[in-house]
């Protein structure tokens, strides 16, 4: 069984930064591809970020040269950093595990 859990959603001010954490289950980890998606009220889930499990990355082009996805495979974790935030990243941010493997998602808040 395959848990993804998520963490380090919050409140922050436009221009700011937050880091999300994916913690997952599974010893075989190194071997998925990882991604971020979100959804925003009223709008449908997107992709965000994604890395293949030979470290390879592709982002969505509202958030290229501002968030950065990474993992580590010791700690069966994928990361999302995320700088220069703005009010339209609201959203609330799931992590995705091939080939349908989802967390339960984190609120990010942007606002002053």
């Known amino acids: 069984q395959v848990q993804l859990v998520e963490s380090g959603g919050g409140l922050v001010q436009p221009g700011g930064s937050l880091t999300l954490s994916c913690a997952a289950s599974?010893?075989?980890?190194?071997?998925?591809?990882m991604g971020w998606y979100r959804q925003a009220p009223g709008k449908q889930r997107e992709l965000v970020a994604v890395?293949?499990?030979?470290?390879?990355?592709n982002y969505a082009d509202s958030v290229k040269g501002r968030f950065t996805i990474s993992r580590d495979n010791a700690k069966n974790t994928v990361y999302l950093q995320m700088t220069r935030l703005k009010p339209e990243d609201t959203a609330v941010y799931y992590c995705?595990?091939?080939?349908?493997?989802w967390g339960q998602g984190t609120q990010v808040t942007v606002s002053s």
């Open positions: 995705h595990a091939d080939p349908s493997y």
């Open positions: 890395i293949i499990s030979g470290g390879s990355t």
């Open positions: 599974g010893s075989i980890f190194r071997f998925w591809n």
